[in-house]
């Protein structure tokens, strides 16, 4: 069965230079910018990418004691 989740993209008025911040409101961390709506929308989506994928380097450093495999599933 695959799952979706569903996100808020919010775009700030462009500031005194031109940029527009846009951030995942449902992901902390997930910000960025660009000079036009698209541009921080891609810049955004990919920043979104970043925050969500796991961390190999530091996944690997830690003894499996300490690790906890958690699965969630989101209810409508």
């Given at each position: 069965?695959?799952?979706?989740?569903?996100?808020?993209?919010?775009?700030?008025?462009?500031?005194?230079?031109?940029?527009?911040?846009?951030?995942?409101?449902?992901?902390?961390?997930?910000?960025?910018?660009?000079?036009?709506?698209?541009?921080?929308?891609?810049?955004?989506?990919?920043?979104?990418?970043?925050?969500?994928?796991?961390?190999?380097?530091?996944?690997g450093k830690?003894?499996?004691?300490?690790?906890e495999?958690?699965?969630?599933?989101?209810?409508?």
């Amino acid at each position: 069965m695959a799952a979706s989740i569903d996100f808020t993209i919010s775009f700030d008025a462009p500031d005194e230079q031109g940029w527009i911040v846009a951030r995942v409101l449902e992901v902390p961390g997930a910000m960025s910018q660009g000079r036009t709506r698209e541009e921080a929308r891609e810049n955004v989506l990919d920043a979104l990418q970043t925050v969500l994928t796991p961390d190999e380097e530091l996944a690997g450093k830690m003894p499996d004691a300490d690790r906890e495999h958690l699965h969630f599933t989101a209810a409508a």
